[in-house]
């Protein structure tokens, strides 16, 4: 399934995931009652590779969040179109707080380097939730494929990415305290 998912995952079909594993498809539907739930067991086994390498990267603040990004483009580069499927019609918050699996395993991916971000340009913690929103808006997968797709070079486009990031985290606080100061 993985080979399908990276080459065309829009071809994905329990037939023609049972073949390629060497398997009945009724064998095939045991394991996923439907191409949806195979498809995000794919994409969940990919987020905990992540979230392992996050939490064992030794590196803090701006050079942790900026190494986990790295990885994360070598992880979409490494699987493929199938890495933008991560998105729902859902909003990523209403997941989040609907504990959806996948959401969680993203947070909790980048939980340590965006807070650590947070503190070294002063963000203050209660804007957690609102950081890991702004990152999946500009981090999506589909963003990044379009953008090196579309000739700009990997590294320059996420250390545009990450300035982008960071000036939008920025700026969401520094709102959020003029309201919260009018008030």
Same mark, same amino acid.
């Given at each position: ?23 009945? $498809? ?8 439907? $191409? ?25 603040? $701006? ?53 650590? $971000? ?66």
């Amino acid at each position: 399934m993985g080979e399908l998912l990276r080459t065309d995952p829009d071809a994905a079909a329990m037939p023609l995931v049972a073949e390629r594993a060497g398997l009945a $498809v009724a064998t095939a539907y045991r394991y996923f009652s439907t $191409v949806e739930e195979l498809r995000t067991a794919y994409l969940q086994d990919v987020v905990v590779r992540l979230r392992n390498y996050s939490h064992d990267c030794p590196k803090t603040g $701006v050079a942790l969040f900026e190494d986990v990004v790295g990885e994360w483009a070598r992880l979409l580069h490494t699987y493929g179109p199938a890495m933008i499927q991560i998105r729902s019609r859902q909003g990523m918050l209403q997941r989040l707080r609907a504990g959806d699996e996948l959401i969680v395993a993203l947070r909790d991916t980048w939980e340590r380097p965006i807070r650590g $971000v947070m503190r070294h340009i002063e963000v203050p913690d209660l804007h957690f939730e609102y950081a890991l929103f702004l990152h999946n808006i500009i981090f999506d997968p589909r963003e990044i494929a379009d953008l090196v797709g579309g000739g700009l070079p990997e590294g320059q486009a996420l250390r545009g990415l990450t300035g982008a990031y960071l000036g939008a985290l920025r700026g969401w606080s520094q709102a959020s305290q003029a309201a919260t100061a009018k008030k």
